[in-house]
């Protein structure tokens, strides 16, 4: 069963279409740019880290809903409105610009030394918590969003729980464990994504135009 699926058919209508843009957007984007360029200068690789791996895997969800739509009909979650550009039908700039950052807010809940606990809990048990906690918190930030015009709900079997078990546990978890990961393994794990989401990108939404 499908709810609302006019929503499918009034996010298509306004996908990168400039039509709604508003200069808030160039705002946002450069304190995104203030927020990574600080945290170079500071050398904190491991932040930067943990931001990119969150928002490679964002997108790697975004481009997963983008396809949904063309195979079943409607996407997974839909924007209709209220975005000053949507990038794919379940995302909007702002959405993206805040997911790029959300990975660096996480990492000043993890100390420098991956020995260290974390709130009284043993580092690698802490670590989880945390993630578990912000997928939780992210969700239930989503049951509000649906509550308004924004954002949709499209098939009866996505809800809090879905989206908290198959996008928000992957996007912190990667944020979390990227945080303390080797350098070499941070740059393959983000290499690797950023490539497979270009791919996906040119071949789907360039190429082919279906997304």
């Known amino acids: 069963m499908v709810h ?20 808030y957007v160039i705002f946002l984007l450069v304190l995104v740019l203030f927020i ?3 945290e170079m200068k500071k050398e904190n690789w491991n932040a930067i880290a943990a931001g990119l791996a969150l928002y490679m895997v964002h997108w790697l969800a975004e481009i997963i809903n983008a396809l949904w739509q063309p195979l079943t009909g409607h996407a997974l979650w839909t924007i209709p409105t209220g975005t000053a550009f949507l990038i794919l039908i379940g995302v909007g700039i702002e959405l993206s610009l805040m997911f ?9 809940l993890l100390p420098d030394d991956p020995e260290e606990e974390i709130f009284g809990f043993p580092n690698k ?4 918590g945390v ?8 969700s239930i930030i989503e049951i509000f969003l649906v509550m308004t015009p924004t954002f949709v709900w499209v098939h009866e079997y996505w809800n809090a729980f879905t989206v908290f078990i198959f996008v928000y546990i992957p996007f912190f978890f990667a944020a979390v464990y990227a945080y303390y990961w080797e350098p070499r393994k941070q740059k393959l794990f ?3 994504l950023a490539a497979v989401n270009v791919v996906l990108l040119i071949i789907f939404a360039g190429i082919l135009q279906i997304i």
């Open 131 to 138: 993630a578990l906690a912000n997928a939780a918190l992210a």
């Open 100 to 108: 790029s950052i959300a990975g660096i807010a996480v990492s000043r």
């Open 125 to 128: 048990i802490g670590r989880i």
């Open 4 to 23: 609302n699926p006019q929503a499918t058919k009034q996010a298509l209508s306004i996908l990168r279409s400039g039509e709604n843009f508003n200069f």
């Open 190 to 192: 983000i290499g690797s």
């Open 36 to 38: 990574y360029f600080s």
